[in-house]
């Protein structure tokens, strides 16, 4: 059985839509699409914190978004800065990255900002299911991390009530990654067909390696050949 890590610092009010994605997202206003406010992103994180449903396969992380495809690049960090406090974000190939809870950032309304200019960009939190270190995932685990993230969305969202968990989405880096996956089922094993998509419904980038697989009743088993960037839920 597979064992899911529950990351607790860090942003965390996800979500996407349809076929391509996963629950209802908050996004962090920008003023002048220059800063965000770190008080905004915080309260996000409050909100999965205090959620007192099942979200131990579930992991939480916070998206800088260009509205520009292609604009965030490598080496693009998010500057946490207040009166006395100040540090840095680092992102994964996704944009993604921890937000630490800092009571003395929140106090002094601190503000959170690219290290470099990158145009107008949004922040999002984003809710995905975590990865394992031997790349092995059975499909009843993959279906129960799909329903607590399902399970919060309808927590948020009232119009994700009506919708249910139909699979989980890999999303793979665009270069130097083995994009393999294959299924392991009692009558034998296959690869799955790999697509370029968006890894969370609405994102400009939509050139990732993606694999899309859909829950049956038959048990199975996912195993990548190198680790995905995030599996994220889909709902219908």
Same mark, same amino acid.
């Given at each position: 059985?597979?064992?899911?890590?529950?990351?607790? +610092?860090?942003?965390?009010?996800?979500?996407?839509?349809?076929l391509?994605?996963?629950?209802?997202?908050?996004?962090? *206003? &920008?003023?002048?699409?220059?800063?965000?406010s770190?008080?905004?992103?915080?309260?996000?994180v409050?909100?999965?914190?205090?959620?007192? /449903?099942?979200?131990?396969? @579930? *992991?939480?992380?916070?998206q800088? =978004?260009?509205?520009?495809?292609? &604009?965030?690049?490598?080496?693009?960090?998010? $500057? =946490?800065?207040?009166?006395? &406090?100040?540090?840095?974000?680092?992102?994964?190939?996704?944009?993604? #990255?921890?937000?630490?809870? $800092?009571?003395?950032?929140?106090?002094?309304?601190?503000?959170?900002?690219?290290?470099?200019?990158? /145009?107008?960009?949004?922040?999002?939190?984003?809710? #995905?299911?975590? +990865?394992?270190?031997?790349?092995?995932?059975?499909?009843?685990?993959?279906?129960?991390?799909?329903?607590q993230?399902?399970?919060?969305?309808?927590?948020?969202?009232? #119009?994700?009530?009506?919708?249910?968990?139909?699979?989980?989405?890999?999303?793979?880096?665009?270069?130097?990654?083995?994009?393999?996956?294959? @299924?392991?089922?009692?009558? #034998?094993?296959?690869? @799955?067909?790999?697509? *370029?998509?968006?890894?969370f419904?609405?994102?400009?980038?939509?050139?990732?390696?993606?694999?899309?697989?859909?829950?049956g009743?038959?048990?199975?088993?996912?195993?990548?050949?190198?680790?995905?960037?995030?599996?994220?839920?889909?709902?219908?």
């Amino acid at each position: 059985m597979m064992r899911f890590a529950h990351v607790t +610092t860090c942003a965390c009010f996800l979500a996407t839509a349809s076929l391509a994605a996963a629950q209802a997202h908050a996004q962090v *206003q &920008v003023p002048g699409a220059e800063w965000a406010s770190y008080r905004d992103a915080y309260r996000a994180v409050v909100v999965f914190e205090k959620y007192g /449903g099942a979200k131990t396969l @579930l *992991q939480n992380q916070l998206q800088l =978004l260009p509205r520009e495809k292609g &604009v965030l690049g490598e080496g693009v960090q998010l $500057i =946490l800065k207040g009166k006395t &406090v100040q540090t840095s974000l680092a992102f994964d190939a996704l944009g993604r #990255g921890v937000l630490p809870l $800092i009571k003395t950032a929140y106090d002094e309304n601190a503000v959170l900002a690219p290290n470099r200019p990158i /145009g107008p960009f949004a922040l999002r939190a984003r809710v #995905g299911i975590a +990865t394992q270190a031997d790349n092995t995932y059975e499909a009843a685990d993959l279906r129960a991390a799909c329903q607590q993230a399902l399970d919060f969305a309808r927590h948020t969202d009232a #119009g994700a009530r009506s919708r249910q968990c139909v699979g989980v989405r890999l999303v793979f880096p665009k270069k130097g990654s083995d994009t393999t996956v294959r @299924l392991r089922r009692l009558d #034998g094993e296959a690869a @799955l067909p790999v697509a *370029q998509g968006a890894a969370f419904a609405g994102d400009a980038d939509a050139d990732f390696p993606v694999v899309n697989y859909r829950f049956g009743s038959e048990r199975a088993q996912l195993v990548t050949y190198s680790a995905p960037l995030a599996i994220v839920p889909l709902f219908e």
